[in-house]
């Protein structure tokens, strides 16, 4: 009996083997793999250890996958492999007491955040595609999101997880002694399969606000927030982008939005009236001194209308070029504009188009370079990016804020780490998956 | 050239060798270990290297250590091992803009937030111990403090290490890719040595405000905190004492706390006045519902004797019995009044004295054994410890809240965890420590 013959009898319909059925699977939101050689949709954790049995005694690859809207290609498989397709495991129990929720991975991220709010509680981990991406792809990839720089990444909120080693075995732990969990969270199923975590939730704060400022460009822009930052302010969220990133939302909502200006979007959150208030006014003094016109959202509803233009970035982009190359860099705030500029005239040298946007509060760029294949050279596209990547360490940067390094830039790695400290990488690897099982091509250099 | 005299050669004097000297570096402080070969003192990263090599070529242990401030024995030496004392290495730079410090392993806890004051920042995680204790120490066993309710622990403001490896290599890497920072973090020196570590600072809060609430017993001050915690109070501190530990400070300090009750002490935080009142307005509210008689600290100088009391339980035992175990178990809070209850009752059966205090926001308790050798048995000592040990697991809890699993926990580990789940761990240390160099006989069990 072959592979498919007894993955078929094993998961039944869960098991696809057509290769209409398997096609979606090869995407994530940015990059295409290879057709893989199944999708297995498992529903329970007994599943997954026999998953991994089955796969270890045909030596053929896993590939763990949640919502496949992750940015590095983390869940693109490669030939052959097989997929481990994780949106039927959506149990959720939470733990209002305890603060807490226990979930499976294919729980979407809004689902948590949204059965917490009856108790005043939520998730803060936000990554913008929250509405569909699985927190088991947020752990693999670590996801932060706009609410990450005043409340920290997932792993900052697990405190437990359940996983399938290399064995087939079922391992639970916290994170005491060896956090491996910690090892876990951001390894892109490179390490082991998660089949649950152990999640802290927040009290809601009750009052927010929200802010919106339009600079002349990004260097004033990226001063203010420097500035802003060093007196003292803890926004719950500060988003920017740049004109051309602006130009594109304007032309895809028609909201009214200051075209050719850098906006900055800043969100204030607290348990008092008092403190939300007084944190916006110094963000708002500080815009002004930096030559800023300023609006502040005066309810709700204008507040959820300026973030609106945030989320639509993704899609405003798709409208000028069919393709883009979405980076994720991290630098130093210091380095913010001269970062950007550099970016921009990088850009301009190679003939691209690229727009950039973020959270600058915390120096988290994605460059975003837009291009139709028909039109541009891939391989020109590839050679910035890589210039782009080389920026961001030029000025004591990271190479990944929070999508992970997945396909993408696991070649940029090799520069990014010396060969010394990639072989302790590499240990860790052959530790807990001596077979080379789990995602294979994934975080590590070729 | 004997070891010795090859020490003696490459550290000089910070190399040492005799018997009287080399006595203190036997203790941390709760357990004493075997006397060491020698003692060395490093001043660089390169001296780290160095004495790894050296260490290597002899088939030695080395026993990383900072002050010896530690409760489980993490530091403590075994027989013919080289003790690493990192004392000596205690550069420290502060990045105010970037609200980052990096700092060697020998600088003090209470040197890094007094170095961040002026810029009116501050390094949250605050271990008892924090005047004494060494950044590496906190690092290494991945301490906590009265703080770590709101603000979380060591690892969670470490945003970069360095640390030599079993080759004698130095990696310098963030947390991104596979999170061996995070790895290291609570590994107690057994997976490589830290030289350094980049540290997030926050932003000093303007506002405190102290109150102590005197309850007839520990179970309605248990529920008192569960139910205010449910009302979403996030209180900086919250501490508590049970009637012995009340009675022994109050005999050591002679400060007017009320013998033969239970203590609590807050302290809430904040931006805004209005905040940590209201916010300590609803922790009076909730405790006088339970009973409580309550005092607030009307200024900073009360406030500041209250938290004296707290942090005169140590010396304070000390009074009783000269010796004692100090467990650091973490239970679910729901479950606190029993845990409570069961081990003061557990401490009646065995005829020995137990004091119970800790940071009861988060479950984390610290009962205490006191004992004279000379009149009480250790043996039956340390089985009353492992059956403590016990009762956490029973109800859900943990081993090590914060202090680490050391020499002391590692059989209890062996209860904790399944088998497989050490196999991992094993593998894990395996990875980073082939040669078996880095404390040997700490955290997994034997």
């Keep these: 009996m072959g592979v498919r013959e007894e993955l078929r009898r094993r998961f039944g319909p869960r098991a696809l083997l057509a290769r209409a ?4 699977y090869r995407y994530d939101a940015i990059l295409v793999g290879e057709s893989p050689l199944a999708v297995v949709l498992p529903e329970t954790r007994e ?16 590939v763990p996958r949640g919502a496949g809207s992750g940015l590095s290609g983390g869940a693109v498989p490669e030939e052959g492999a097989i997929v481990v397709a994780f949106t039927r495991m959506t149990r959720l129990e939470l733990f209002p007491e305890a603060r807490t929720a226990w979930a499976e991975p294919g729980v979407t991220t809004a689902r948590l955040s949204e059965a917490a709010r009856p108790f005043g509680l939520f ?10 991406s699985t927190l088991g792809g947020n752990l693999g990839e670590n996801a932060g999101g706009p609410l990450c720089f005043k409340y920290g990444v997932t792993g900052d909120y697990v405190l437990e997880v359940e996983f399938v080693d290399a064995e087939g075995e079922v391992h639970r732990l916290d994170r005491r002694a060896y956090d491996l969990p910690g090892l876990l969270i951001g390894s892109e ?20 606000a929200t802010l919106m400022a339009a600079f002349p460009g990004v260097e004033p822009l990226a001063e203010a927030v420097s500035q802003a930052i060093a007196l003292g302010a803890v926004p719950a969220r500060m988003e920017f982008m740049d004109p051309a ?6 032309d895809y909502l028609g909201m009214g939005l200051p075209r050719g200006e850098a906006l900055l979007l800043v969100e204030t959150d607290g348990e008092e009236r008092e403190e939300v208030e007084a944190e916006l006014a110094l963000l708002q003094e500080t815009a002004l001194r930096f030559g800023a016109r300023v609006r502040r959202a005066k309810d709700g509803a204008e507040a959820e209308a300026l973030w609106r233009a945030r989320r639509a970035v993704s899609p405003a982009l798709g409208r000028i070029r069919p393709k883009r190359v979405n980076e994720d860099i991290a630098v130093p705030r210091s380095a913010l504009p001269k970062v950007v500029a550099e970016i921009a005239e990088l850009g301009r040298a190679f003939g691209l188009i690229v727009v950039q946007f973020g959270h600058i509060g915390d120096g988290n760029l994605h460059p975003n370079i837009l291009f139709d ?21 030029k000025h004591g940067g990271v190479l990944s804020g929070e999508h992970g390094i997945g396909l993408m830039k696991r070649a940029f790695l090799a520069e990014a780490l010396d060969g010394e400290t990639l072989k302790a990488l590499r240990a860790v690897k052959g530790a807990l998956d001596p077979h080379g099982l789990f995602n294979p091509g994934k975080v590590l250099p070729p």
Excluded: F, M
């Design 21 to 24: 059925e398997k096609e979606v």
């Design 47 to 62: 599943e997954v250890q026999a998953l991994v049995r089955l796969a270890r005694r045909y030596g053929l690859p896993l």
């Design 123 to 132: 998730y803060p981990p936000d990554p913008a595609s929250y509405r569909t």
């Design 189 to 208: 199923g490179t390490l082991g399969l998660l089949t649950g975590a152990r999640l802290r939730l927040l009290p809601l704060p009750p009052h927010r």
């Design 245 to 250: 990133c602006v130009n594109a939302v304007e």
């Design 373 to 393: 294949p028909k039109r541009e050279s891939e391989e020109r596209v590839w050679e910035l990016a890589h210039e782009i990547a080389r920026v961001a360490l």
